[in-house]
């Protein structure tokens, strides 16, 4: 059995505490969203992810999905639990009330999300890209498409799909084939085959949304020849209800390693009918709204499976009697310790539960960020939040999914053969964390995007919205008796960054393959000092808190101690990340292609 209890203090830590969930009342639209608003929202998601998402995680799994002459079937649960969520108006808590959602910002409802990947990710994934579809539509769309579909969308009677991926292409989209002719009244005949695409189709609702990117007759070749469509799998009637069945048909469902509730489809779009979204052969743009979105969920979806696995870990390691503690028994009176008291299994603990808690930190702080970009009245406060996001973008869908797959295989080890084994579904934690490194861009291809894109961006303007709170972190707490002792290492370690960004300028600008072959190692010596930049906040934080009146003093010491380890033995990586980095790229290109 899964265990699986959301970690509500931890989220309101986060929020309330490091964040400062306060200050969201200052921006528009969230003037309502108290401390207590907040915590009925936390209160009711766990709820739902307790009570519906996660009794029908394991059992998805073994029965996936099925297919037959077109109709996909979700697994047995998910058609009701989709009710349930659609009811309690989850569908629509992070969209725009003009469409009738709640509005609630990100800095809130990415601990939602948070949630429904730990209970139940191959769930989560219908409404998720939903969700993506309904951005890149509000930001692109007409008023006309925006009228008819919207409001459907959020209230997730209709769910979204996002068709990019074709057989021959799926990371160079500039390969793509799908057609789009005008049929001479606004509409277009789209023409093609996708493969690989998520909530393709289901039984949960009554119409799908597809964006669909496609060329034009008069499209430029590559990637500036690519316009995005709506494509509805029921064409809608004037009243909005379902109408004629246009021609998009699903051919088949994908037999893969993990997250076997969400229906992986192939499509075939012949002759369907779609409308243009944004402008033509500006698709990728449109697109990209979508895929940022997306790529930061996909971040929550390591960090959430992460936690899901910490926690049967946990739970397995105290009740698992095996061997004595190295210092003498520790539980005389059973006939062996539990695995808890041995150092390699808390190493195991500790390492997880440091990346975890880093991570959901730095999720809050890039949601932080989100609702500013999004939200905020001064220009000059929405760009540096903006270019904050887009540096981040890429490393917390790289980071946090590589180490929610590196979590979830630690936590097996946990259990020893009873985690390889399926009884406990710890092993299907491993399975469904695996696909987060691949999909919207897989891990190698973020890297090159932060090394690519993102470092160079405006003359390094990017990198300041990062590197200027952290040095200015460092110094002012050189002195603190709390985190001082951490300023030593968090500074080498950022010195470190700041050597390879140099690196990385001066090398790649000669040879993009130097850029190319730094790029992995660089993603993550940048995730682990941005954690490393967290965890110091936070144990200053929780110093300082465990001494208030009442203080849950349990808590903060945990903090500090987690913070600890944090910095003492997984932050000195960043040397060997330098090292490697620095070594550029010969070995990597040594090889001739025909000695492999
Ligand atoms: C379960 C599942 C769900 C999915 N859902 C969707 C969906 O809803 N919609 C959709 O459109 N797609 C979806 N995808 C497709 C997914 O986004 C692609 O699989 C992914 O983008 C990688 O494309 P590819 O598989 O063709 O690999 P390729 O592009 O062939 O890449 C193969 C390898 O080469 C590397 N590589 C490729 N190009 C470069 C480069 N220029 N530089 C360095 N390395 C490179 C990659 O990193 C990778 O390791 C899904 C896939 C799966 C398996």
Same mark, same amino acid.
């Given at each position: 059995?899964?265990?699986?209890?959301?970690?509500?203090?931890?989220?309101?830590?986060?929020?309330?505490?490091?964040?400062?969930?306060?200050?969201?009342?200052?921006?528009?639209?969230?003037?309502?969203?108290?401390?207590?608003?907040?915590?009925?929202?936390?209160?009711?998601?766990?709820?739902?992810?307790?009570?519906?998402?996660?009794?029908?995680?394991?059992?998805?799994?073994?029965?996936?999905?099925?297919?037959?002459?077109?109709?996909?079937? !979700? %697994? $047995? @649960?998910? &058609?009701?639990?989709?009710?349930?969520? +659609?009811?309690?108006?989850?569908?629509?808590?992070?969209?725009? *009330?003009?469409?009738?959602?709640?509005?609630?910002?990100?800095?809130?409802?990415?601990?939602?999300?948070?949630?429904?990947?730990?209970?139940?990710?191959?769930?989560?994934?219908?409404?998720?890209?939903?969700?993506?579809?309904?951005?890149?539509?509000?930001?692109?769309?007409?008023?006309?498409?925006?009228?008819?579909?919207?409001?459907?969308?959020?209230?997730?009677?209709?769910?979204?799909?996002?068709?990019?991926?074709?057989?021959?292409?799926?990371?160079?989209?500039?390969?793509?084939?799908?057609?789009?002719?005008?049929?001479?009244?606004?509409?277009?005949?789209?023409?093609?085959?996708?493969?690989?695409?998520?909530?393709?189709?289901?039984?949960?609702?009554?119409?799908?949304?597809?964006?669909?990117?496609?060329?034009?007759?008069? !499209? %430029? $070749? @590559?990637? &500036?020849?690519?316009?995005?469509?709506? +494509?509805?799998?029921?064409?809608?009637?004037?009243?909005?209800? *379902?109408?004629?069945?246009?021609?998009?048909?699903?051919?088949?469902?994908?037999?893969?390693?993990?997250?076997?509730?969400?229906?992986?489809?192939?499509?075939?779009?012949?002759?369907?009918?779609?409308?243009?979204?944004?402008?033509?052969?500006?698709?990728?743009?449109?697109?990209?709204?979508?895929?940022?979105?997306?790529?930061?969920?996909?971040?929550?979806?390591?960090?959430?499976?992460?936690?899901?696995?910490?926690?049967?870990?946990?739970?397995?390691?105290?009740?698992?009697?095996?061997?004595?503690?190295?210092?003498?028994?520790?539980?005389?009176?059973?006939?062996?310790?539990?695995?808890?008291?041995?150092?390699?299994?808390?190493?195991?603990?500790?390492?997880?539960?440091?990346?975890?808690?880093?991570?959901?930190?730095?999720?809050?702080?890039?949601?932080?960020?989100?609702?500013?970009?999004?939200?905020?009245?001064?220009?000059?406060?929405?760009?540096?939040?903006?270019?904050?996001?887009?540096?981040?973008?890429?490393?917390?869908?790289?980071?946090?999914?590589?180490?929610?797959?590196?979590?979830?295989?630690?936590?097996?080890?946990?259990?020893?053969?009873?985690?390889?084994?399926?009884?406990?579904?710890?092993?299907?934690?491993?399975?469904?964390?695996?696909?987060?490194?691949?999909?919207?861009?897989?891990?190698?291809?973020?890297?090159?995007?932060?090394?690519?894109?993102?470092?160079?961006?405006?003359?390094?303007?990017?990198?300041?919205?990062?590197?200027?709170?952290?040095?200015?972190?460092?110094?002012?707490?050189?002195?603190?008796?709390?985190?001082?002792?951490?300023?030593?290492?968090?500074?080498?370690?950022?010195?470190?960054?700041?050597?390879?960004?140099?690196?990385?300028?001066?090398?790649?600008?000669?040879?993009?393959?130097?850029?190319?072959?730094?790029?992995?190692?660089?993603?993550?010596?940048?995730?682990?000092?941005?954690?490393?930049?967290?965890?110091?906040?936070?144990?200053?934080?929780?110093?300082?808190?465990?001494?208030?009146?009442?203080?849950?003093?349990?808590?903060?010491?945990?903090?500090?101690?987690?913070?600890?380890?944090?910095?003492?033995?997984?932050?000195?990586?960043?040397?060997?990340?330098?090292?490697?980095?620095?070594?550029?790229?010969?070995?990597?290109?040594?090889?001739?292609?025909?000695?492999?």
């Amino acid at each position: 059995m899964q265990v699986y209890t959301p970690p509500l203090r931890d989220m309101r830590f986060v929020l309330h505490e490091l964040i400062g969930s306060e200050a969201l009342k200052e921006l528009p639209g969230c003037e309502e969203v108290t401390a207590d608003l907040i915590d009925a929202v936390l209160e009711e998601g766990a709820k739902l992810v307790t009570e519906v998402l996660a009794p029908i995680n394991q059992a998805a799994d073994l029965e996936g999905c099925t297919y037959e002459n077109g109709v996909v079937r !979700a %697994p $047995k @649960g998910f &058609k009701e639990a989709y009710r349930t969520y +659609v009811e309690g108006g989850w569908n629509g808590i992070a969209c725009d *009330p003009k469409w009738g959602g709640q509005g609630l910002p990100a800095s809130v409802t990415k601990f939602i999300e948070e949630m429904m990947c730990s209970a139940n990710l191959a769930f989560g994934l219908y409404p998720g890209l939903t969700h993506g579809a309904y951005l890149a539509m509000n930001h692109h769309a007409s008023e006309e498409l925006k009228e008819k579909y919207l409001p459907k969308m959020v209230e997730g009677v209709w769910t979204g799909t996002m068709c990019l991926t074709e057989p021959h292409c799926g990371t160079d989209l500039g390969l793509l084939r799908t057609k789009a002719e005008p049929n001479g009244d606004g509409s277009y005949a789209i023409t093609g085959n996708k493969i690989f695409i998520s909530a393709g189709e289901h039984d949960l609702t009554e119409n799908i949304i597809h964006l669909v990117l496609a060329r034009l007759p008069d !499209a %430029p $070749k @590559g990637v &500036k020849g690519i316009s995005l469509f709506l +494509v509805p799998k029921f064409l809608p009637t004037e009243d909005g209800r *379902p109408g004629m069945r246009n021609g998009v048909l699903c051919t088949g469902i994908e037999h893969k390693m993990g997250i076997h509730g969400s229906a992986t489809c192939q499509m075939s779009f012949d002759g369907a009918t779609g409308w243009l979204v944004g402008e033509p052969h500006k698709g990728m743009r449109a697109m990209f709204t979508m895929m940022n979105s997306e790529r930061l969920s996909v971040g929550t979806q390591g960090l959430g499976v992460g936690e899901a696995a910490y926690q049967g870990a946990v739970a397995y390691a105290r009740e698992r009697l095996q061997g004595r503690a190295l210092t003498g028994a520790k539980h005389p009176d059973k006939p062996a310790d539990p695995i808890i008291v041995h150092p390699d299994v808390r190493r195991t603990l500790m390492t997880i539960r440091a990346y975890n808690e880093g991570c959901r930190a730095l999720s809050g702080w890039v949601a932080r960020h989100l609702d500013i970009m999004e939200r905020s009245t001064d220009p000059e406060e929405r760009q540096r939040a903006e270019d904050f996001t887009a540096l981040m973008t890429p490393i917390v869908k790289a980071m946090f999914t590589d180490l929610g797959f590196e979590n979830a295989s630690l936590a097996v080890q946990v259990y020893g053969g009873h985690g390889y084994i399926r009884d406990h579904g710890m092993e299907q934690y491993v399975r469904d964390a695996r696909i987060a490194m691949i999909y919207e861009g897989t891990n190698g291809v973020q890297a090159l995007d932060l090394v690519g894109r993102k470092l160079p961006a405006h003359a390094g303007r990017f990198l300041r919205s990062f590197f200027h709170p952290v040095l200015d972190f460092i110094d002012a707490n050189l002195d603190d008796p709390e985190i001082g002792p951490y300023m030593g290492p968090l500074s080498k370690a950022f010195g470190a960054l700041q050597l390879a960004t140099g690196f990385i300028a001066e090398k790649g600008m000669k040879d993009p393959e130097e850029a190319g072959a730094a790029a992995t190692e660089y993603l993550r010596l940048f995730g682990m000092v941005a954690l490393g930049y967290m965890w110091a906040r936070m144990a200053k934080l929780a110093a300082e808190k465990r001494n208030e009146p009442g203080a849950d003093i349990a808590f903060y010491d945990a903090k500090r101690a987690t913070a600890r380890f944090y910095f003492e033995r997984l932050l000195p990586q960043v040397a060997s990340l330098w090292g490697a980095i620095k070594a550029g790229k010969g070995s990597l290109m040594a090889l001739d292609e025909a000695v492999f």
